[in-house]
């Protein structure tokens, strides 16, 4: 869905589920809770919800210059929580910062810190200890898109071993910096340990959406429906830096697990040596898949 | 005299007349099309006021001139009468848009006659293009019923002319495909191209070979080797670069040149001519990425020359 049809969405009348199971590695489910249902403490099956929950996300409309009532019916929903189940992590997005209220980055810091602090009031007079993670989300960019993928992150325990792997992978391959996508919804689920570039993000989540375009023009076979990124589903592509500079980058994309692929920026002059970078990424492919069947058996044994 | 470019070469200038009532869309699409606006940008221009001239570098030499006239009833007055002589003559195509959605089609008719009638005194040569545009605005299944109800009496208001009418919203493909039929009309070495294209395609053993204008990625000409069923697939793929050119722009980075491959196929799209991108699409998985690298810089020059010596 484009955000324009957003427009269109009517408000949620009842909890609604959605599985995620693109990778059949990196599954979670997604309960949808209209604005106005209470989690109750004396209700079986809002109980069940709260223990089998790894994050609670509470979207909060910036654009609403009253925090007041949002803040404290979620101090309400974090009491309730913290409760049956101290292990979630709790995600603040503060939404909509795409209006003609927060034209400059300051007005989004003021923001930030005035539902920060008073979240940190709110939740010291219960004297409530848990760690809250805000982020300024909007739909009409990537924030969105980067903000689920470091809440989803924070659920997948192989998450530092794969971003240890990538670091790895990086160095020994002179890559600049490298994130593995989910294809279908363009959420990163770990990248090397340099800090993110929103632009680098950006270039290489749009990459995703060319070559899924493209491949389902010229990449269908005659069982249409068939899945269109498979096990040779690559790309390159040559940018320049606008700047004038001669310097040129390749973003370099592979498959490495199904609806996995790995995007790396690499400088252009060391992507002449391409089979050895491909190499590495084989390696890579591998070490993932032996992480993968690890946390699989560990589930098994619990 | 001639026009010159900086280089000295003649150009040819090609005037084309934008028009509709106002609100017909006609500036968002000009937007889009030569300023690589996004659609959903479009909301943010207001109306044109009288007659806005922009030039458009295409292919080479050939230079449109694009005179976007503003719709609102004022104007339209005055393009009729005190500036009649100004306007309408010397054109060699005549747009002009239609809102589907708009509650007096029969005024838009009259106007559209008005047009037709100083053209066939000023430049009876023109080639008309109707489009009948924001047909997103209507459910899927009216589309075509209503489509073809305007194009009736558009046909039967152009007497004198060659007309051709193109269902358009801008938030699909349908746009992309309307201009690269008028900007075909417009390119007179069309057939040649189209034959050393074909060449080129059976010789490097591609299942297609498209070229696209530089700075719109509108389709100049193509051959298709394997019979593709997909009838809007160029327009898609201008659609898909242009919406990535945009991403690079806002990211500070300048596109150059793609592969795109999965089991099935290979895509190349990269630089060609000074004015123009190739897409070359490979499904046998015996050729090289190398050898289609190759060959693609082995003929540059030789294309080079056909487009350059376009007229």
């Known amino acids: 869905m484009s955000p324009h049809e957003t427009f269109f ?5 009842k909890m609604e589920q959605f599985q995620i199971d693109n990778n059949p590695y990196i599954q979670f489910q997604i309960k949808d809770f209209p604005g106005n249902q209470e989690l109750k403490e004396t209700n079986a099956v809002d109980i069940q919800t709260i223990k089998g929950c790894g994050s609670l996300l509470y979207v909060i409309d910036a654009q609403q210059q009253e925090y007041e009532q949002p803040c404290t019916k979620l101090r ?6 913290h409760a049956i189940n101290n292990k979630i992590s709790y995600d603040v997005f503060i939404h909509k910062v795409d209006t003609d209220m927060f034209l400059l980055d300051d007005q989004k810091m003021d923001c930030l810190n005035d539902i920060q602090e008073l979240m940190k009031q709110l939740l010291m007079d219960y004297n409530l200890s848990v760690s809250l993670s805000f982020y300024l989300t909007s739909i009409y960019d990537h924030t969105i898109y980067e903000s689920l993928s470091k809440v989803i992150q924070k659920l997948l325990p192989q998450v530092g071993f794969i971003s240890a792997m990538i670091d790895n992978l990086i160095s020994n391959s002179k890559i600049e910096k490298a994130f593995l996508f989910d294809v279908i919804s363009k959420i990163y689920i770990a990248t ?12 290489c989540s749009e990459l995703i ?40 980058i390749v973003l370099y994309l592979r498959e490495v697990d199904k609806c996995l692929a790995l995007v790396c920026l690499i400088n252009e002059r060391e992507f002449h040596k391409q089979h050895l970078i491909n190499y590495n990424i084989d390696k890579f492919k591998e070490g993932l898949r032996k992480i993968f069947e690890a946390a699989k058996n560990a589930k098994k044994l619990q | 005299m ?11 200038i090609e005037k084309v007349l934008l028009m509709g009532r106002m609100s017909a869309g006609k500036t968002s699409m000009r937007s889009i099309i030569f300023a690589n606006y996004l659609a959903r940008d479009a909301y943010r221009i207001t109306f044109t006021h009288d007659v806005s001239r922009s030039r458009v570098r295409f292919l080479g030499n050939l230079v449109l001139s694009l005179w976007d006239c503003g719709g609102q009833d004022l104007f339209m007055v005055q393009y009729f009468q005190s500036q009649r002589e100004h306007i309408f003559k010397n054109v060699q195509v005549l747009i002009y848009v239609f809102d589907v959605t708009s509650k ?23 080639k008309i293009f109707c489009l009948v545009h924001k047909m997103d605005l209507l459910a899927e299944s009216q589309r075509e019923k209503t489509f073809q109800e305007k194009r009736m009496k558009i046909v039967e208001k152009t007497k004198g002319f060659e007309v051709d009418c193109f269902k358009t919203s801008i938030w699909d493909e349908t746009l992309y495909k309307a201009w690269s039929q008028i900007v075909y009309f417009l390119l007179p070495n069309v057939k040649t191209l189209e034959k050393n294209l074909e060449q080129f395609c059976q010789t490097i053993n591609a299942d297609e070979v498209v070229l696209f204008e530089r700075s719109t990625f509108l389709v100049i000409s193509h051959h298709d080797a394997k019979g593709h069923e997909d009838m809007h ?11 990535f050119k945009l991403s690079c722009i806002k990211t500070s980075f300048q596109f150059q040149s793609m592969v795109v491959r999965n089991q099935k196929f290979t895509a ?7 004015s123009t991108y190739i897409m070359i699409i490979v499904s046998d998985p015996d050729i090289e990425q190398e050898a289609i690298a190759l060959n693609i810089k082995a003929t540059k020059d030789y294309f080079e020359g056909i487009v350059s010596n376009s007229f």
Not at chain 1, 76 to 81: A, F, Q, S
Not at chain 2, 2 to 12: A, F, L, M, S, V
Not at chain 2, 233 to 243: G, W
Not at chain 2, 268 to 274: A, C, K, V
């Open chain 1, 9 to 13: 969405l009517t408000p949620s009348s």
């Open chain 1, 76 to 81: 309400d929903i974090i009491k309730t929580c």
């Open chain 2, 2 to 12: 001639q026009p010159q470019n900086q280089d000295g070469e003649p150009e040819k």
């Open chain 2, 233 to 243: 697939r160029f327009e898609k793929i201008s659609n898909i670069i242009k919406q």
């Open chain 2, 268 to 274: 190349f799209i990269d630089e060609f001519t000074s």
């Open chain 1, 209 to 248: 959406d060319v070559l899924i375009d493209v491949s389902c023009i010229y990449g269908i076979d005659e069982h249409a429906g068939t899945l269109k990124f498979d096990k040779e589903s690559s790309s390159i592509i040559k940018l320049n830096h606008a700047g004038g500079s001669e310097e040129k």
């Open chain 2, 104 to 126: 007096d089609f029969n005024g838009d008719l009259q106007y559209y006659e008005n047009c037709l009638e100083a053209l066939t005194e000023l430049s009876p040569k023109a």
């Open chain 1, 192 to 203: 090397d340990s340099n800090p993110v570039e929103m632009k680098h993000y950006e270039i």
